[in-house]
Each structure stands twice: as structure tokens, then as C-alpha cells.
């Protein structure tokens, strides 16, 4: 075989290799896959704008996956996910991770609101919590409910683990960056933390608004005289509710067109309806 031929075998070869990262959504024609993975807390939301969209949009195939914000980003950086959902925003390290790997910067959108939920059972006797008493309570200097308005018996924590993104915004903006007490028994999803509430009366947890279903959710206080705030759309949208929080879809780069009409979508007033019908809040309408 003379070198001309060799060459040319060579670029055929090469050519047919597979690529080892994601650079854009799967595009032929008509037909797109987009990969989004992430935010435990936005996978039932996540997976219903796909549901939607996907019905509304023949030929495009959107895939939800679940993990945490930390797995989302992680999958973003290494080119495995097209979208990371995340309930934090990405860290600057993440962000150089990001454009070390693939060269491309991280764009974020906010697609949603969330309140935090603080999370009792619902034969629970206690309605309000401070923020600076449930800091207490997660870093183990309040162990009993008697304390805080409840029952002579001890607090059972529970929480999320240190992949999540809720996990992060709470130890950030509730603990102010301590440790967690060694006796938060820490669970792989919301839903997790909601289940083990139920069965639990003398259980504490949190978690996004969405999930509510069978626990109550504590009316919150940003300090010992402020008053106590239920999370709602309109506390969430004013920002009076004390631990609310965007939710935000991020990409490497600005997301070729298959993935931009989704993300349009999704802010536009199709997705944000979806929004309020699975438990999540819509972003604040722009005037």
C-alpha cells in the first residue's frame, strides 16, 4: 500500500471514531436528542417540560436524569449532558473546570423559583421556625423540640447528601457555611427526606417546595423579630420568603439550536405554566 492510500485509510479511521464528549445536541435534519441531567430537586420538573415539549415538538427526544446539581455539573464538564439542571449556581472553580475541558464558557439560565422548605410531620405541633434557631438545630446546638416551641423529646434531623445542590444552598445561606451535627442522617433525594417525615413526628428536614405532598411545611423567619413567612409564589417571587431561590439550566457555551428552542420553551409562557402545575414557581413576569 503506497503512502497516499495509507493516509487516506487513516483519515477514514479516524473520522469514524466516536467523540468522547458532547459538543452539541444529536442533530440530523429534523430530529434532535438533547441530554439533561442534575438537580434531584428539578427532575419531576425536568421531566415534565420534556414531556411536554417532546409532545409539541415531533422528532426531538429530551432524556431526564436525576443524581444532584454537583453530578449535573460534573456531567456538563465532561461532555456526557447536553443541560445541567442545577438548584445552585455553578462554583468558579466548576465554571474554569468547564472551559479547561471543552473550551467553552458556562451560560447560565434561570428557569424557575423554588422555596426551601423546612419539612415537619404534619402531627407536629410546631408552625414557625427562625432561621438562626434552625441553624441550631442543623448544627446540633438545639437537639430538643421543647426548645423551639414543641414536644419534650428529641429532634431527629434529616437532609440531603453533599452532592445536592440543596444541600449546599442550605448549609451556605441557613448554616452560614458550618458543618452539618453528625446526626443528620443524610438521604439520596427529596423524596427520600419527605418519606422519612412521614413516618416521623419528631423528624425535621427540608427540601424544595414541590414535594410537599403529606408533611407540612414551617412558616420561616429571617431572624427572631421578623415575621413568620409561608413560602408561596407571591413570598417567593418578592423575595420575602427568607430561603427562596432560582433554578437554573446551564450549558457549555451558547446552546446550539435544538437545545435553544427547548430552553426558549421553557422560559417562554408554555414552560412556565408547567411550572405551577407540578408545585414549582414561574419566574417573576417581566414588566
Excluded at 445552585?88 to 439560565?109: C, F, P, W
Excluded at 447528601?161 to 433525594?189: M, P, R, W
Aim: with cysteine; glycine share 12%.
Amino acid at each position: 500500500m503506497n503512502c497516499t492510500k495509507i493516509l487516506f485509510t487513516l483519515a477514514l479511521a479516524i473520522g469514524a471514531l466516536p467523540s468522547c464528549t458532547r459538543t452539541d445536541a444529536s442533530v440530523s435534519g429534523e430530529r434532535a436528542t438533547i441530554s439533561v441531567k442534575g438537580s434531584d430537586t428539578m427532575v419531576i420538573l425536568g421531566q415534565r417540560w420534556a414531556e411536554e415539549y417532546m409532545t409539541a415538538t415531533p422528532g426531538v427526544t429530551v432524556q431526564v436524569t436525576g443524581g444532584g446539581s454537583g453530578t449535573g455539573i460534573a456531567a456538563l464538564i465532561n461532555g456526557s449532558a447536553d443541560i445541567c439542571e442545577s438548584s445552585r449556581q455553578m462554583k468558579d472553580k466548576e465554571k474554569a473546570d468547564l472551559l479547561a475541558k471543552r473550551g467553552q464558557r458556562a451560560i447560565e439560565t434561570k428557569v424557575a423559583l423554588d422555596a426551601l422548605a423546612v419539612y415537619v410531620s404534619e402531627k407536629s405541633p410546631v408552625h414557625e421556625i427562625a432561621i438562626p434557631a434552625l441553624a441550631k438545630i442543623y448544627r446540633g446546638e438545639i437537639t430538643g423540640w421543647q426548645d423551639v416551641g414543641g414536644p419534650s423529646h428529641p429532634i431527629i434531623l434529616y437532609g440531603r447528601e453533599n452532592n445536592s445542590g440543596t444541600y449546599g444552598y442550605f448549609k451556605e445561606h441557613v448554616l452560614e457555611n458550618k458543618d452539618f451535627a453528625a446526626s443528620t442522617q443524610t438521604l439520596a433525594g427529596t423524596s427520600a427526606v419527605v418519606n422519612a417525615i412521614k413516618g416521623d413526628e419528631f423528624g425535621i428536614g427540608y427540601g424544595g417546595i414541590a414535594y410537599l405532598g403529606g408533611v407540612r411545611a414551617l412558616k420561616v423567619k429571617k431572624d427572631d423579630a421578623s415575621p413568620a413567612v409561608m413560602p408561596t409564589l407571591e413570598t417567593a417571587q418578592s423575595g420575602q420568603y427568607p430561603i427562596s431561590r432560582p433554578l437554573y439550566f446551564y450549558t457549555a457555551g451558547d446552546p446550539p439550536p435544538a437545545m435553544k428552542k427547548f430552553i426558549d420553551w421553557v422560559t417562554g409562557p408554555e414552560g412556565q405554566k408547567t411550572i405551577s402545575e407540578v408545585g414549582y414557581y414561574p419566574l417573576p413576569k417581566k414588566s
